[in-house]
Structures are given as structure tokens and as C-alpha cells.
């Protein structure tokens, strides 16, 4: 005897070898045996075998007219042999019978199943809905068969036209689009970005890192809805000054400005005045939701996304020719010792009567020129007075640095600009560490530290970054934000607060409208500060703009690579001279790019090499080199020299992005995203976030500000 049978589903016939109760041991035609409960089995046959049973009830089944069966069927429930009866009439045998149980079964859109060999048919209604939806998916699939056709064929179908960015950033994985486009590179054996740029989907692998980017972080646009800035307060004083500004030419967010006034006796007032955005934004008002939402500003080659609409920095910017909010920090300083006499910071209007620029005082403004004191530019007599207290804070930073058991800081001589026009891509090079940058740099390491201090005193917290030593002084460094003031020892400072920049950071914002409480309410201020002592909101503010501002660096960074693969790409560079940094690690001499060389070998740190270009793929941004020679080596006395160059790099590494951010205040270019960068070794060569891996550089941090 053979049964047909239902297991796990699916319905099976095998021969039946004894039978013990209500369960059967049935041998199945490939030879495995089973034990088969009475109350599954189905039928029970003796002819045909059960082999051809199945084979015959397969064929059978196919040929069972649906419609038809279900209009036989009855509405209530019934067993399946009942509607056997009416569908074969006489013919109904073993056959017959498998293949009815295998159509309804297979067909849920006409029967539902009830039980053991017990069916439904379903509603008209019902039956209805379903076969048209069965139709829709059928037309569907044969639409997105012919769109892998088109795709596979390196044809973008017309459908395709402008969604072919966001099938690739956030798509709707249900749609026919995106599942023809898997398809079709699962079948040409490349990825579904590099068959969409094939087929001209795409325009470029720029725009489509930039439209990750855009869909992650600015899903809804970059930009701004319409929104009205309060009035400045009437009480504000006008300074007694005129400042003037040091940026690159395309600057437009102008958030510092400096001034000197001689006092006599020796002595001069400094002045650094800084944007003031915070006496016309109120915290929770809809341009402080703006600026939380975003936190900073963007910055990447060729382009910039503001943290503020361009009517609000409009009103704010320290644009020359007239009346500008700020906040002013003034420092009395002893000319012949550089020392500081006495610090003031006030809320106040400043005349801005000069924006200079990089661009065309950078040659004019140089050490032997300050020295000789030739050359003739605006503000000379001024910008002669800065330099020496420039230097003065710088050195004596360097023995702040010194108590924290760290090196003198060490800068490369070069930095770059980049300059973008439509695809094309300009790298320049750019002297670091002039005097303009410095005194920069140094003024608002200065303006940062003491307000920082200015907090702590009136017991007003902020918003500080921190730089201490793990275990030993000599330990590794981490750079953290915090709401408490504590030591920056990479830049020799007690305490570093973010202040400087408030037209473009956030934390800059929020620690400027804490400062202009302390200026205001003096020892009240922790009652008036917007963000009172362990202020929850406060701390939310740290987690957020941490987290944010890293991932804008990681695309800057990114995109800087891009831009340097491009070059490579454009200027058709077969061969290029590197040298190393450290390991396998190497940067190249001509732009900004550092590379891992496999199999590079044991080569002491700044050998020049000369490397060939392998490959370039702009769309995973990497690069493939290899070493074709060495061109020189340094004299290295000692391993150990090699050793204590290694470890100083890394200290600068750790606090170079505060110095970058200080000094590129006003210090910026089109390519100004380098400067936050080109130290970071591992950073740069995959591109990817590390903590605070970042340049010593101040010369061009934030792109066309």
C-alpha cells in the first residue's frame, strides 16, 4: 500500500512498510524513511507507485482550471474530495485526488486552507482584490525586467531620470527601480553606483558623495525658511576703536577683528573683537533652532552649507565700513615685556575700518619685512605691534607645553588651497606659520583661554575643550568637550572655551550669550546665564555638537581626498614623489594626499620615494601606488631620533585642531578644509574619524567662509 501524505507543509507519497497504531513507517522513492502519523496522510493507494504518483499529480494539477474549481467548490468549508467529485466526476482516483490537493493548496488566492485536506474558497470580493493585485505584480515584473534589460545593456531607462541619487543614498528598496538596479549588478558583477554613473545616472562620483552626505544630514534641503533677527540692545556702547580684520578673500562669515590703541608709558591696548550674534539671537527663538538643528557650518572644497541663514550673518559680520556688534576682549600689554597688564571684555559696538587679506598682504607682511619695517599696507603700525605680542604668547605657551612634559611645537612649512570650478580642480600651495597667521592664531588662543577663565570665575559654566594626559605626563593625550574648565595641554593653556566663532559653531554661540551674561549681571550672572550650573540642556548641546561636528569633518576630510585623486586624475600624473611619514604611510609633495604603500618596506621617516599611480577610483575614493624608488633618505643619528620625531608629531597631531581653529578664525580659503586634515596621517589615507587627529596648521582650515 502507498500513501500521499502531507510533512512539514509539503505533501509527499511513499510506499507504507508496517503500520503500528495510527502512525505508519513509510519508505519514501529516494529511499528515506519516515514515520507518518494517520491523521496527515491523505490518501491511500495501491497503484500507481508512488514515484509516478507524484509525477503524474504534478502534471495533472497544472492543468486544473482555477475559475472553474473555485466556482464549484461550495461557500462553507468542505473536505477536498467533495469538490474532487464534482470537478473529475467519475475519473476521480489517486491521481485526481493529489493533484486537486496540490492546486488548492498552491493556490491561496481561491482556497484557504481550514485543516487536514479541508479548503475554503474565498470571498468574491476578496478573490477579486487579489487577482487584480496579481496582475499589477505581473505587469510590474515585466516592466522591471525591461528596465535590467536597459541597465544591463549600460542604458539608463527613462523612468530613471531624476531618481538615480536617491536610489543610491536612501532608497525605497520595494520599488521596481531599485530591485532592477540590484538586479542588473548582481548580473554585470559591479556595484549599483558604479552601473549608475556607467549609464549616466549620475553625473559624477562628486555629486553622488555629496548627496550621501546631503540625505544623512540635511535630508530636508539646505535652505532656510524665512526668519526676522530681533533688535541689537539700544544701550550698546560704541568702542573708541577702529579694527580691521585679517581673512583670505573669500571670507564672508568675518568673526574677528583686532585693534590697538597706545596708551603711553610703553603701553598699548589689544583689542579682539569678535561677531556678536548672540545679543540678537535669544536661546529657543527660531534662529537658535536653526542653529542647533545644524550646529556649524559645512565646509568642503569649492562649497560650504551655514550654519545661520545669510541674513542673519549679513547682519553680524564684521564687514568693513561700519558700526558692528561684538564682543571685545581688551588687554593692556607692556610693549617692552609683552607682558599683560590688565584684561577687560565688553558688549559693545566696533567700527570696522579695514577687512584685509591674505591674499595680498601675505607677500608684503613677512618676518624680515616686520624686522626692517619696510613695505607699505594698511594698518602696518598696527599689525608691528602684534607681532611681537604674537610671539610673545607663543613662546609662552611653549613653556606651558614644556610643564605638561610635551615638545615645542613643530610645523610643516606648507600648506594647500584648493580651488574648485565646476570639476576642475586647482591645488596650491600656501606658506604656513607667516606672521598674519600667527598673530591669528595667537589672539584667539588668547580671547578662547581667557574667557574661558572669565566663566569659571563668575561660576557661569560653558562649554570647554580639554586636552590631559592617560597615566603618565607622557602618556597618550584625549581631547574631550566638557562643561567644566580644565587644562588644554597640547595648546599650554589652563582652560579653552570655543568662543570665537559664533557665526559658525554652535558651541562658540552658546558660550558667547553665557559671556555676555558675566558681562551683564556680573556676580548674578549664574542667575541670568541662559544655561544655569548642570543645566541638562547643556550637556545635551556637548553630545550633539561632538557627535555632529565630527561627521562634517569626516566628509570635509573625505572630500579633500576626492578632490586630491581628481588632481591626479586631471593633471594625468603617472609617477608621483613622496615621502614618508610613518610605516607604510607616505604623503605625496604635490598636494596634500597621504597613501599606504604595500610592501613599502622599513624606510626611515621623511625618505623620498618616487611611486607609480596605479589606479585612481574617485567612487570608493581610493588609490593604488607602489614604489618604484627611492630617491634620498634623512640622516638620522639614532633610532631613537626617529622615535622621540614620531612621538612629537603625534602630541601636535592631538592639539593641532584647536590651533587650526583659533588661527583660522579669519585665515581661511576655497580649501581650507586642509588645514583640519593634513597632519592626520591615518585619517587621510582612508578616509575616516579618528578622535583629534588633526594639523598643527592654521592657515587654511574652513573653506571660503
Known amino acids: 500500500m502507498n500513501v500521499f501524505f502531507e510533512e512539514s507543509g509539503s505533501f509527499k507519497a511513499g510506499s507504507v512498510l508496517s503500520r503500528q497504531g495510527d502512525a505508519f513507517q513509510v519508505e519514501l522513492p529516494g529511499g528515506r524513511r519516515t514515520k507518518v502519523r494517520s491523521k496527515d496522510v491523505l490518501i491511500e493507494f495501491e497503484k500507481p507507485a508512488a514515484a509516478e504518483l507524484m509525477e503524474r499529480a504534478d502534471a495533472t494539477a497544472q492543468g486544473i482550471d482555477l475559475e472553474f474549481l473555485w466556482e464549484c467548490a461550495p461557500e462553507d468549508e468542505f473536505p477536498f474530495a467533495t469538490l474532487g467529485a464534482e470537478y473529475f466526476g467519475t475519473s476521480f482516483g489517486p491521481v485526481e485526488r493529489a493533484a486537486l490537493v496540490l492546486r488548492m493548496h498552491g493556490s491561496p488566492v481561491y482556497f484557504r486552507r481550514k485543516g487536514r485536506g479541508q479548503y475554503q474558497r474565498a470571498p468574491e470580493e476578496q478573490l477579486k482584490m487579489a487577482l487584480a493585485s496579481l496582475e499589477r505584480k505581473r505587469q510590474q515584473a515585466l516592466v522591471q525586467a525591461g528596465y535590467e534589460d536597459e541597465l ?10 531624476g531618481k538615480a541619487l536617491g536610489l543610491l543614498t536612501k532608497p525605497d528598496k520595494n520599488t521596481i527601480e531599485y530591485k532592477a538596479l540590484e538586479a542588473a549588478a548582481a548580473v554585470r558583477g559591479i556595484s549599483m553606483p558604479r552601473l549608475m554613473l556607467e549609464c549616466g545616472g549620475i553625473s559624477s562620483p562628486r555629486a553622488l558623495h555629496e548627496a550621501r552626505f546631503l540625505s544623512e544630514f540635511f535630508p530636508h534641503g539646505t535652505g532656510f525658511a524665512p526668519v526676522t533677527v530681533r533688535a541689537l540692545p539700544d544701550d550698546l556702547p560704541e568702542a573708541n576703536v577702529e579694527a580691521f580684520s585679517i581673512d583670505d578673500v573669500t571670507t564672508t562669515e568675518i568673526d574677528d577683528a583686532f585693534s590697538v590703541e597706545h596708551l603711553g608709558d610703553g603701553r ?205 605626563p607622557s602618556g597618550p593625550k584625549r581631547t574631550r568637550m566638557q562643561t567644566s574648565a580644565a587644562p588644554h595641554e597640547g595648546l599650554g593653556v589652563s582652560q579653552y572655551a570655543w568662543s570665537t566663532s559664533p557665526l559658525r559653531r554652535y558651541v562658540d554661540l552658546v558660550n558667547q550669550w553665557q559671556l555676555i551674561a558675566c558681562v551683564q549681571h556680573g556676580v548674578m550672572a549664574k542667575l541670568a546665564a541662559p544655561f544655569k550650573p548642570k543645566d541638562a540642556d547643556l550637556y545635551a548641546v556637548v553630545q550633539g555638537f561632538d ?35 610613518k610605516g607604510d604611510l607616505v604623503r605625496l609633495d604635490e598636494i596634500p594626499l597621504l597613501l599606504h604603500v604595500p610592501g613599502l618596506g622599513v624606510h626611515a621617516r621623511g625618505t623620498r620615494l618616487l611611486l607609480d599611480v596605479m589606479s585612481l577610483d574617485e567612487l570608493t575614493v581610493e588609490a593604488s601606488v607602489r614604489l618604484l624608488q627611492v630617491l634620498d633618505a634623512p640622516t638620522v643619528a639614532s633610532g631613537a631620533e626617529v622615535e622621540e620625531a614620531e ?59
Open 152 to 161: 544591463k545593456a549600460g542604458r539608463l531607462p527613462d523612468a530613471f531620470a
Open 268 to 472: 598699548v591696548r589689544i583689542g579682539v573683537h569678535i561677531a556678536a550674534p548672540a545679543l540678537g539671537i535669544e536661546r529657543g527663538d527660531a534662529v537658535d533652532a536653526i542653529a542647533r538643528t545644524r550646529l556649524s557650518t559645512v565646509y568642503m572644497p569649492g562649497d560650504k552649507i551655514t550654519m545661520l541663514p545669510d541674513d542673519v550673518v549679513n547682519v553680524f559680520t564684521l564687514a568693513e565700513g561700519g558700526l558692528r556688534p561684538a564682543l571685545s576682549l581688551y588687554v593692556i600689554v607692556n610693549r617692552e615685556t609683552q607682558e599683560i597688564v590688565a584684561s577687560e571684555t565688553r558688549a559693545e559696538l566696533v567700527f570696522v575700518k579695514s577687512n584685509l587679506r591674505h591674499n595680498t598682504l601675505d607677500e608684503l607682511v613677512t618676518e624680515e619685512a616686520l624686522a626692517a619695517g619696510t613695505g607699505e599696507y594698511a594698518h602696518k603700525d598696527d599689525i608691528a605691534v602684534l607681532w611681537p605680542f604674537a610671539q610673545a604668547l607663543f613662546e609662552k605657551r611653549q613653556v606651558a607645553r614644556a610643564g605638561y612634559g610635551l615638545r615645542r611645537e613643530v610645523q610643516r612649512n606648507t600648506d594647500f588651497n584648493f580651488y574648485v570650478d565646476g570639476e576642475h580642480i586647482t591645488i596650491t600651495p600656501r606658506r604656513r606659520g607667516s606672521p598674519l597667521d600667527t598673530i591669528v592664531a595667537e589672539l584667539a588662543i588668547l580671547a578662547n583661554s581667557t574667557w574661558g577663565a572669565f566663566l569659571h570665575d563668575h561660576g557661569v559654566p560653558g562649554i570647554y575643550r580639554t586636552q590631559r594626559a592617560f597615566g603618565a
Open 547 to 581: 557627535d555632529t561636528y565630527s561627521a562634517y569633518a569626516d566628509y570635509q576630510r573625505r572630500m579633500e581626498y576626492f578632490w586630491c585623486l581628481r588632481w591626479l586624475h586631471q593633471e594625468n600624473r603617472k609617477h608621483v614623489e613622496a615621502s614618508v611619514v
Open 647 to 705: 612621538e612629537t608629531d603625534e602630541e601636535d597631531e592631538e592639539s593641532g585642531k584647536d590651533l587650526v581653529d583659533a588661527a583660522d578664525e579669519s585665515a581661511e580659503s576655497e580649501a581650507e578644509a586642509e588645514a583640519d586634515g593634513t597632519e592626520e596621517a591615518e585619517d587621510n589615507a582612508a578616509p575616516q574619524e579618528t578622535d583629534e587627529n588633526a594639523s598643527a596648521d592654521h592657515s587654511a582650515a574652513e573653506p571660503g567662509r
